[in-house]
Each structure stands twice: as structure tokens, then as C-alpha cells.
């Protein structure tokens, strides 16, 4: 055979338990990057550092951060509440307005390209493509400030289309992302306060529907995806959200 392809074998070390990954890091996390950064049907390679790396940048950093940042901003500024404020057109500055249309664009395509990404066992491009609209989301809120726009009752109308435009994202996502994290999925949609499951959504139901919803509470702020540290001694407290 080719010398260069390195098999997994017990004698040569590099053997991963993935029973042992699932139990130290959840089932979820473990789905998410094989099926993420692996080709669906082709060939990968695994180590631990990949692994940790992955989760902590798509899981934590990006999907984490934009959850908890949007959640702990409807506490603050609308105690918790859905905000009842849609007025896009109200966003003064451009490069916010060409940020909130590239999210709503993101989050068209991904309505599209999700449902036929995973007919067609394309599950990697299905992630992708649902990953760029946390992406897009992400920059929205790094251009729109609305921890600023809640400090001036002026812009009451730009914070809470804010808020909304992330919490209709994170609706979507949780219900793209549900085949391969379910219960992350799960614990994101209770989170937002949503009726029902994310499974449960077809059709319509899993179409982009930016505006002010109907009244909801959403749940306490909490860590979905805490960062992953390789030298923390497995088993820890769990992480409090701060």
C-alpha cells in the first residue's frame, strides 16, 4: 500500500474513542465538526486540537456569542420581551442598512440551499450555508452597536429592528442547524422563548419572516457552546453565564 496514508491503529497511538469524545465534549459538538469540516462521504482528517478548534470558533465564537449577546440585550432593554419595533428603513447610518440587507440575503439563500443541501446529502454545505448568516449576523451587530443604540431613546426604533433581525436569525438557525445539533437546537429555541420545537418546523414555518413577532418572553441568558480549553481537566462545573 502508499507509506504516506497513516491508518488508525491501536499500535501506532492515534485511535480516537469517539464514545469517550461524545461523553467529554457532547454528542452534539462531536456531530457538528464531523460533519462540518469532513466532506459528507469523503475522507477527514480527525486530531483533538482540529476538533477543539472548530467548536470554538463555529460553536462558541460565533453561534454562542451571537445567542447570548442578543438575549442578554432584550433583558436589558426590553426586560426579557420581545421588542415590538420593525423599521429597518430607520437605520441612519449606510453601512448599517448594507449589513442588515447582506443578513436578510444570507438568510434567503440559506432558506433555499439548506432544504436542498440536505436532500441531497450535502450535509457540510447545508452547515455552510446556514453558518454564513450567523456570519452576516455577527457583522450586523458589529456594525450596528445596539448595546449604543439602547443608550439613546432617539434610536428606540433602530435597536429593537435590531434585536429583531438577530432574533428571527437564531430562530432560523436553530432550525437548520437541528439535524446535527438537536439538542443544542432545542435549548436555543427555548431560549428564544419559541413554541413548539425546531423539528417541528416545515415549510413556511422554516422561511425567513424578519419583522416584529408576536409577543414572547425569552428565557434567562445562558452559555449554549462554552469554550472548549483542552488543558481544563474534563468533568468541570458547568460554565455560568456572567
Not at 453561534?63 to 421588542?83: E, I, M, Q
Not at 457552546?225 to 481544563?232: H, I
Request: proline letters at 8%.
Amino acid at each position: 500500500g502508499d507509506d504516506t496514508q497513516v491508518k488508525m491503529s491501536k499500535s501506532l497511538g492515534n485511535v480516537v474513542d469517539p464514545v469517550e469524545l461524545a461523553a467529554r465534549f457532547g454528542t452534539d459538538a462531536l456531530r457538528f465538526y464531523l460533519i462540518d469540516s469532513i466532506p459528507t462521504g469523503g475522507d477527514g482528517e480527525f486530531s483533538l486540537e482540529l476538533f477543539v478548534d472548530h467548536c470554538n470558533t463555529h460553536l462558541a465564537n460565533k453561534l454562542g456569542n451571537l445567542a447570548s449577546r442578543t438575549v442578554k440585550l432584550v433583558h436589558n432593554g426590553y426586560a426579557g420581551a420581545t421588542p415590538p419595533e420593525w423599521a429597518p428603513e430607520a437605520f441612519a447610518d449606510p453601512a448599517v442598512r448594507e449589513a442588515f440587507a447582506a443578513l436578510t440575503a444570507a438568510a434567503e439563500a440559506a432558506a433555499e440551499e439548506v432544504p436542498k443541501a440536505s436532500e441531497e446529502i450535502r450535509l457540510d454545505d447545508a452547515l455552510a450555508s446556514a453558518w454564513r448568516v450567523v456570519e452576516r449576523a455577527n457583522e450586523f451587530v458589529d456594525r450596528s452597536r445596539p448595546w449604543d443604540l439602547a443608550k439613546d431613546p432617539a434610536r428606540r426604533a433602530e435597536f429593537g429592528t435590531a434585536l429583531n433581525a438577530l432574533l428571527e436569525t437564531l430562530r432560523l438557525v436553530a432550525t437548520w442547524a437541528w439535524p446535527v445539533i438537536p439538542g443544542k437546537s432545542e435549548e436555543l429555541w427555548r431560549l428564544l422563548g419559541l413554541p413548539g420545537t425546531p423539528a417541528e418546523q416545515r415549510g413556511d414555518a422554516a422561511r425567513p419572516a424578519f419583522g416584529a413577532p408576536a409577543a414572547r418572553t425569552l428565557g434567562e441568558p445562558v452559555i449554549l457552546f462554552p469554550r472548549v480549553d483542552l488543558k481544563a481537566p474534563a468533568g468541570g462545573p458547568p460554565a455560568k453565564a456572567k
